[in-house]
């Protein structure tokens, strides 16, 4: 890799740096004027994500303030009852889908490239699509209440009361619309765990990175694994309230409770993946005002990891009063309780480093003070309401809203307040008032305490939550004031938080570099940033580069450090591998387009038009979609770079192109697919679910699709398997008739696969709505057919790139990863198969 | 870094050599949680099923407790024998913590660190996910 012959780029003289500076800069650039919209950088597509999950909170804040003025007094009419109804289900879907999520996906988009020193994460157009996929779907999702059609049955959407007995789309337009927003959260997840993982720069080992890096590669991964259930989910909830398939309905087999499993089994480690990246803003901001390093680094490594895990065995919690068995509630209390454990590690490591260390009294420490404060209640509720018997009382009262709201207030926003006051210079280069912001937070504080304390006794005085109003009974009514006028002070003080954000600057003077005096990478950013993000790419060697290596900021700036220029005037960043982070690849990042706009847009639409039953206008919609995705990943990736390598500057050279495990797409695909596996595991428990509540299952009465065609089908399906990995072989060996061959070969067997799989439950007339059991093994054989269709186009576009030119036996990085779907393919066709024909034979 | 300045790191420094990137793995860090996930979800499905299916929702628990005693024994196993080797990777050399080192050996000795931390919470959390057993005897 090195070659320590070559000259290094470090600029001679003032005007090669300014030289140097002009080249850098050029590609870089935002475009201008309207074309403003096509941005795909970091920078720009971060900051509409944090602005546009502002505005959703602002919306949902909205919300609450009225529901809180119906609830003022007993018997109020302020709102009637179905108008309440769709605003606590979108206060609660908003909160959750369009603000926790999002924020933290919109921050670690602006932040995590500048944190670990890189110019760009590795796939800026996938953020893009993925922020205007969340635009479309959060705006239909909002709107809808201005039409009075609303979803109105709570943010989890239960069954029966969403099947039986709501008529209107409002149930559709939660189904579909936050269905493509959790689409668009796993993009980001994807992008996201690539970026810590392979966009380090050279020297930021695994115990080196910063704690905030940490944390998004816990929440991306929990991203993984949480969300799909809930996408099955709401493809069989969708698929009974369109189609009658009886998923949920136990007259004809089908069980409610399993609809409340696949939902806490996302909606538990949903309330960690908003907490965690929160948490991980006062990881960054609590060393930087304490002016030493973090206390118990690898304590708080342990929090962040642990917790992941043991957020994914509280999800029964939320269904203690089912009437499942007390020995599976046990597992469950048991875990929750566990949960405390890492939660309080952390909790206790940023205490310690702030007591350690000089402790700087400012807003940014105000609001991380008070989100600890308030957390700590928060997490003591949530330990009695973990006890089984506790909760019993307690469940469905005021006392549980009391407990979320401190939780994820004291959670989420006082941290994210705090990450805005603390951040703020990082992205405009200006501070904000620390006036202002203590009137917020003395509002917010104090208002935040005086509405949701009174509501632990409301609830344990017996007022259940989600109902529209209240009797006048003893008690309740000073107690419902009480947290209305609360909700309209912590309303103010946010809104003085607000003002402080957008009111106009330009007057004021930019703030110094590094105005924290903070000793991470992201703080080297000049003020104003420039659009380059990194001037130069580091060598790291210390947690807290800028406090230990000496002259670091100087180096930085006199391009003594990687990448200094851009000769070709292209966008480049480095990959380096997870451990070590040596640098193995110069990557080439791609810049503005409008296609990804497009594809977002013609996405939404089938999602859109299906809420409608507009079926027609949806498989069109959906076909644009794809064409747009692979219009985009023809011409903008796997692009074969004009020479092999390149000088990056301080004695060494690195590879333009790298396939396989050594491409970020390869890494991209098996993350992407790990997602996908899980979302069709959560279909698979549906099959077993069904097994254990129903007395006999399949029933016997009921024709199955045999053991013949899936064995049959089975076959093929492997077949077409083994023919693209060899495909992939004789690529590489340069045996082009060898190459066509094989994939003609696989798309064939994939073809004949899909029929042979159909034909079994097709042959034997199973009908998915006469019984749980048949569409049951129709979505398992559609899901698994779906995925094989997509499999034959990415086949297809293999063959057409290799025909084109622009895949070559050196250059695959196409057919490498197109393989990798289809080991996933081979595992999901095993899976579908052996559930479908052979579990029959079992039983 | 680049391949000459890793081998005279390795000529001055010989505990390198054994300490190459490629032989270390995020998902040994994991194997803890991943044992208390495996162990958690195997007791949650025994249960289910055996209420479900064997012994009816007022039936007594008897074998799947003695199932997930088993289960129970073999993860606390595996988690011991994890942070075993845990702390032989934190002991690594004479460095102690904060291992924030820019070495392979400081890169080694946090890994050991933090497994061995992962695997004393998934040791608490399997011993109290087992502590249902103790008390419950039946499915009601």
Redesign the interface.
Known sequence: MTDMSHQNQIPKNEEERRAQEARLAKPWEAPPGWRYWSAVNNTEVGLWYTVGAFIFFLFAGVLALLMRTQLSVPGNDFLSAETYNQFFTLHGSIMMFLFGVPIFEAFSIMILPQILGARDLPFPRLSAYGFWCFVIGGIFVCGSVFFDAAPRGGWFMYPPLTTKYQEGIGADIWLLGLSFIEIASIAAAVELIVGVLKTRPPGMRINMIPLYAWYVLVVAGMILFAFPPLIAGDLLLEMERAFDWPFFDPDRGGDPLFWQHLFWIFGHPEVYIIFLPAIALVAMIVPTFAQRPIVGYTWVVLAAVGTGFVSFGLWVHHMYTTGLPGISLSFFSAASEAVAIPTGVQIFCFLATALAGKFVRNVAMLFVTGALAIFVIGGLTGVMVAVAPFDFQVHDTYFVVAHLHYVLIGGVLFPVSAGLYYFYPMVTGKTLSEKTGQVAFWFMFIGFNVAFMPMHLSGLLGMPRRVFTYMDAPGYDILNMTSTVGAYVLAAGFACLVYEVVRPKKNQPYAKRNPWNAGTLEWMAEMPAKPWGARTIPLVKSRYPLWDQPNFLDDVDNGRFYLPDAEEGKRETMISTSIDAVPIQCLRVPGPTFKTFWAAMFTGGFFIFATYKWYTAAMISAALALAAILYWLWTGTAKIPEKREKHVGLGMTLPLYGSGSQSVGWWAMFITMVADVTAFLGLVFGYFFYWTVNEDFPPASASGPGFGWPLLAAGILLGSWIMTVLARRWNRQARSGAFYSALVTAIVFATAGIAALAAGPWLADMDPVSHVYPATVWILVIWTALHLGLGVIMQLYCMARRFAGRMTFEYDIDIQNVTLYWHFMAITVLVTTAVIGGFPLLT | ?????EDSEITVRPELRELP?RR?S?WL??LG??I??AH?LL??IT???W???VAG?TGS?SC?RLAIAVFTLLALSGIGLTAWGAWRRHKYGRAT????L?T?A??H???G??TL??CG??F??TA??A???V??QS??
Do not use: Q
């Open positions: 870094m680049s391949e000459n300045t990137e270390e995020l860090l994991i949680p991943l208390w996930s958690f007791s949650y249960a289910a099923v209420c479900a299916k929702r628990l799947a913590v904060p291992h924030d820019n392979a400081d890169r000795r946090f890994l660190f933090a931390l992962l919470l998934s608490v959390g109290y996910v502590l249902g057993i008390f419950f499915c009601e």
